[in-house]
């Protein structure tokens, strides 16, 4: 039977192998930006030199690597760099590609009703995806959008 100091000893080492595991999370995974500002840098840590500062909330990014704390992410147009897991959340959005507006329709499917043309470069939240069409929501725009012309959604 185990004693209580055996039990807090258990629970005290679990405690500290799931932010760990945490960490540790498969890559590569879809992540947005939380944050109203974030800087990309070179390297992973403030030490290395800032490349970019995104103003963009809830744009996607593809995290490729993780390092500590530290995110090596891929944004829409194909640049690299690392950002800090602080100013990212798992929540799933999706960033309209191409060089034309895309359709949101009322439904997954391209004969249903045209609700709205979104230009590129426009992001928002994405829901389920099935049959190429996927969920988006973007301020009180809801509807319906293929999947091709949305960077984010699909497998990374």
């Known amino acids: 039977?185990?004693?209580?100091?055996?039990?807090l000893t258990i629970v005290a080492v679990l405690?500290?192998?799931?932010?760990?595991?945490?960490?540790?999370?498969?890559?590569?995974y879809w992540a947005s930006i939380r944050a109203s500002e974030v800087n990309m840098r070179v390297g992973p840590a403030e030490e290395y030199q800032i490349a970019w500062v995104y103003r963009r909330p809830q744009l996607p990014l593809k995290v490729l690597r993780v390092k500590d704390g530290w995110?090596?992410?891929q944004d829409p147009d194909g640049t690299k760099g690392w950002m800090n897991q602080r100013f990212l959340t798992r929540q799933r959005t999706g960033y309209v590609n191409g060089t034309e507006p895309a359709d949101m329709r009322q439904a997954g499917?391209?004969?249903a009703k045209l609700l709205w043309r979104i230009a590129p470069g426009n992001v928002g939240l994405l829901g389920d995806c099935d049959a190429g069409w996927c969920q988006f929501e973007m301020g009180k725009r809801?509807?319906?959008?293929?999947?091709?012309?949305?960077?984010?959604?699909?497998?990374?």
């Open 142 to 156: 809801k509807g319906y959008v293929r999947e091709d012309r949305l960077w984010g959604a699909g497998e990374p």
């Open 71 to 73: 995110r090596l992410v």
């Open 15 to 28: 405690g500290l192998a799931a932010p760990a595991a945490a960490q540790e999370a498969k890559v590569p």
């Open 109 to 111: 499917e391209a004969s």
């Open 1 to 7: 039977m185990l004693t209580r100091v055996h039990l």
